[in-house]
């Protein structure tokens, strides 16, 4: 059976899943949606016999049904394979009463690799499968880690280039140089002189710009987005709770049947939907819990209804989760309107009109299943510091924030269902704000003592992504202003 998918904003437009990923964004500017959510067809018994791989292909198979197996099985291959550093691809770590699944064992060591390495796979596949002959050009602006996630899951692709801007001055110094080191013939890398927002608004103004479309048309190029909206990057996310579920129980910390709940750290609402799909489709998911950090539109809105996004912008200590606009959201909102594309619609215009939309209490009472809750800074850093005092296991960032959230919870309603936190980041990534959470005199080292560091007092090796770019040569250097983007784009693709 095909499954078709359609726009959250109109209900004219249906697509298969490869016509999905080509194009990213529904036309009306909704997000494609399945028509209904495919339930497992294999037993939680057999997919607790199964290797990361086979359980992906089992989850997969039944979102992207225009996929051959021959096709799917080759993209899942060349996906999760050696760039990762351990077999499991996703392994589970128990620590102080919750299983960590720990996503950040990929090539760029934070959780956008879990989808960004198939992405590309599915893309190309996708174009072979609607003839398109044009060379797929991805355009992404970055404030860090869908940048370098990109770049190198899309770094000598086949039939693909990659373009990434970033803000000269608005990312880490580590992100920065693992974005300038990337190697690939295929990959471009983009400083400019101005801010993440600048950044965006070139990249979408190419994205609209029709006489750039039609010279690349001419010359056999075309733009696609690597953007978490894309259900190329959605449906891969739904794996990995389904794998931590029946790892879970092929290890006896659960019975069959067993109910657990899942924690994820939570920016552009992406992970914890993927978590929403996995539960529909059948895996025994109690709470679905959503964490914020001081941007915590999210919290607001799971106990008030009322989506605001109008409000000062924190800089936190968990940046990838600095975001006011939580774009998968709508996929959320869309189901509890019951699939009615006109009433979801008039929200996210509301949305984009005033900053503000309030759901009905009808609605509302369809969010059973999450709870939301936040975490301050100091709230974050004293997670880090208690975890590692008490375990020696040592957190990020964006992980110590849903592990607060999770003891928030528990507290609150003394709930002792078994619980999954989705750790998002390695500690190596963001290693002061990490590091200066355990002592603050740590703060007066440089980026990679503090990495020396932190592999001493955590007992874990440095991970192959920081070992690469400790003397790796620069290999990209343009810095463009913010209205030249276009033009060093032009230069790239020789048009
Ligand atoms: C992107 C990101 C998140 C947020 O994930 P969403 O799917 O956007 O909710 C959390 N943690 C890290 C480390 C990330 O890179």
């Known amino acids: 059976m095909n499954l078709l998918y359609k726009s959250t904003r109109s209900e004219n437009e249906t697509v298969k899943a490869s016509e999905a990923i080509l194009k990213g964004l529904a036309e009306d500017g909704g997000l494609y949606v399945?028509?209904?959510?495919?339930?497992?067809?294999?037993?939680?018994e057999a997919l607790s016999n199964m290797s990361y791989q086979e359980v992906a292909y089992e989850v997969m198979k039944l979102f992207l049904t225009d996929f051959t197996e021959e096709e799917l099985k080759l993209c899942i291959q060349k996906a999760y394979d050696k760039k990762f550093d351990t077999d499991e691809i996703a392994p589970l770590v128990k620590a102080d009463g919750a299983f960590y699944l720990e996503l950040f064992h990929g090539p760029t060591i934070a959780f956008k690799d879990m989808a960004l390495s198939i992405l590309p796979h599915l893309l190309t596949t996708s174009a072979k499968k609607n003839k398109i002959k044009n060379e797929i050009v991805i355009l992404t602006a970055t404030s860090g880690d869908t940048g370098k996630a990109a770049l190198a899951g899309f770094a000598d692709v086949p039939g693909t280039k990659i373009i990434v801007f970033y803000p000269k001055d608005g990312v880490s110094p580590i992100q920065e140089k693992q974005m300038i080191t990337q190697k690939g013939e295929n990959t471009f890398v983009v400083a400019i002189d101005g801010n993440f927002d600048q950044a965006q608004t070139g990249v979408k103004e190419m994205f609209s710009n029709q006489s750039l479309a039609n010279e690349m048309e001419k010359a056999g190029y075309q733009f696609s987005s690597a953007n978490s909206?894309?259900?190329?990057?959605?449906?891969?996310?739904?794996?990995?709770?389904?794998?931590?579920?029946?790892?879970?129980?092929?290890?006896?910390?659960?019975?069959?049947?067993?109910?657990?709940?899942?924690?994820?750290?939570?920016?552009?609402?992406?992970?914890i939907l993927a978590a929403y799909y996995a539960k529909n489709m059948g895996i025994p998911i109690h709470k679905l819990i959503c964490a914020s950090n001081e941007n915590k539109v999210l919290f607001d809105f799971f106990s008030t209804g009322n989506y605001d996004k109008n409000r000062d912008f924190v800089l936190t200590s968990s940046p990838s989760m600095d975001i006011l606009i939580s774009s998968n959201l709508e996929r959320l909102i869309y189901n509890i309107a019951d699939q009615d594309a006109n009433k979801n619609r008039s929200f996210m215009e509301s949305l984009s009109k005033s900053g503000v939309y309030k759901i009905t209490d009808d609605m509302k009472n369809k969010l059973v299943d999450f709870y939301g809750n936040y975490a301050t800074e100091e709230m974050t850093a004293s997670t880090?510091?208690?975890?590692?005092?008490?375990?020696?296991?040592?957190?990020?960032?964006?992980?110590?924030?849903?592990?607060?959230?999770?003891?928030?919870?528990?507290?609150?309603?003394?709930?002792?269902?078994?619980?999954?936190?989705?750790?998002?980041?390695?500690?190596?990534?963001?290693?002061?704000?990490?590091?200066?959470?355990?002592?603050?005199?740590?703060?007066?080292?440089?980026?990679?003592?503090?990495?020396?560091?932190?592999?001493?007092?955590?007992?874990?090796?440095?991970?192959?992504?920081?070992?690469?770019?400790?003397?790796?040569?620069?290999?990209?250097?343009?810095?463009?202003?913010?209205?030249?983007?276009?033009?060093?784009?032009?230069?790239?693709?020789?048009?």
């Open 34 to 44: 399945p028509s209904s959510i495919p339930k497992l067809d294999v037993s939680i």
């Open 229 to 271: 909206i894309n259900i190329g990057r959605l449906v891969p996310q739904i794996v990995y709770y389904v794998y931590a579920y029946v790892r879970l129980l092929a290890n006896k910390e659960i019975q069959q049947d067993e109910r657990i709940n899942v924690v994820v750290p939570t920016g552009n609402f992406g992970n």
């Open 384 to 495: 880090i510091y208690d975890l590692y005092n008490s375990t020696g296991y040592v957190l990020d960032t964006h992980t110590a924030v849903a592990a607060s959230v999770f003891k928030q919870y528990g507290k609150e309603t003394n709930d002792t269902t078994k619980t999954l936190i989705a750790s998002t980041a390695s500690p190596f990534k963001f290693t002061r704000s990490v590091m200066n959470a355990i002592d603050k005199n740590y703060d007066k080292m440089d980026e990679f003592e503090l990495i020396d560091e932190l592999s001493k007092l955590s007992n874990v090796e440095v991970p192959h992504a920081i070992e690469e770019i400790r003397n790796a040569d620069i290999l990209h250097d343009t810095v463009c202003k913010v209205n030249e983007m276009e033009q060093t784009v032009r230069n790239y693709l020789k048009i």
